[in-house]
């Protein structure tokens, strides 16, 4: 069950939630802050609003997003995956 509930608190775009004991958890309450790592894009997290975009869909999270930090994805200024399909990575560091 942890493990669910840490892939649901990871999901991008926070379209998955999770239910315990008939209450659904969409977004987690965190601190707001923004994670790099390694190869990937930033992981913004705490209700950090992103500003200077088009509307995003209604299902996505507005307590957590990733953004694109390779500079290929179609979907900008937000992370579609293409870092993989181009092999992105911060090199040898
Ligand atoms: S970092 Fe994911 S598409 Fe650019």
Request: overall charge negative.
């Amino acid at each position: 069950m942890e493990e669910i509930i840490r892939t649901v608190e990871k999901c991008p775009s926070g379209a998955l939630s999770y239910s315990l004991d008939g209450v659904e958890h969409r977004d987690p309450d965190r601190d707001p802050l923004i994670t790099v790592l390694k190869d990937d894009p930033y992981c913004v997290t705490g209700g950090i609003e992103v500003v200077g975009h088009e509307s995003r869909a209604e299902a996505v999270s507005n307590e957590h997003c990733t953004l694109c930090r390779c500079g290929s994805s179609k979907n900008k200024p937000f992370c579609d995956g293409t870092h993989w399909e181009i092999g992105f990575t911060d090199g040898d560091s």
